[in-house]
């Protein structure tokens, strides 16, 4: 009789919380332990990854930041980056900057009132180098194949869709 029990136990909802499930959707509590999980393999990942491309002792952020910065190769207003990123506290990405700036790889030019920010030839040359770990320990080890990238797009446009209801709620909440 045990083992059912044990079992039977075993076969609901993996969460974190389980004082948050709902009877409405303990699916929603699976996704965010699963998201908290993820969310700190990523930040682990690029910080290891840019510590293995050469460029150790960065934050997550910072290293988000440096790729955003780095991004289409335009120059970019902090606004902007916190607003592409969905961070709403400036002094967070601010102090990456800063530090970024720092270690040479990302600088900053004045444009009137406008300060924007661009990654400098060293900042690439990190970032391509990160590029090829990437490749070779995160990408080839996804042994990706058609139907895999296809799944890997449809969680990153959910993702998207979850960001905007969760914002949506942190709105909800901020005026109760």
């Known amino acids: 009789m045990k083992p059912a ?7 609901g909802p993996i969460v974190s919380s389980a004082h948050l499930v709902s009877a409405q959707s303990a699916e929603m509590s699976e996704f965010e332990f699963g998201l908290i999980v993820a969310g700190n393999a990523f930040h682990r990942w690029v910080v290891h990854c840019m ?3 050469g460029l150790r002792d960065l934050t997550p952020l910072d290293v988000v930041v440096l790729h955003h910065v780095t991004h289409r190769a335009r120059d970019k207003r902090l606004a902007d980056i916190c607003f592409i990123m969905n961070v709403e506290d ?3 990405v601010n102090y990456a900057l800063k530090k970024l ?6 600088a900053s030019q004045k444009n009137g009132k406008e300060v924007t920010y ?3 030839d060293t900042g690439r040359a ?3 180098r990160y590029r090829e770990i990437r490749e070779r320990c995160l990408i ?10 296809r799944d890997i797009g449809e969680l990153a446009r959910l993702l998207r869709v979850l960001s905007g209801m969760y914002d ?6 901020a005026s109760l």
Do not use: E, I, P
């Open 118 to 120: 661009a990654a400098t």
């Open 90 to 92: 400036t002094h967070l």
């Open 5 to 11: 029990a044990s079992a039977k136990r075993d076969s």
């Open 126 to 128: 990190y970032v391509q």
């Open 168 to 173: 949506q709620a942190a709105r909800s909440a």
């Open 140 to 149: 080839d080890a996804l042994h990706a194949d058609d139907a895999l990238n």
């Open 51 to 53: 510590a293995a491309a």
């Open 101 to 106: 700036q720092n270690l040479g790889v990302v």
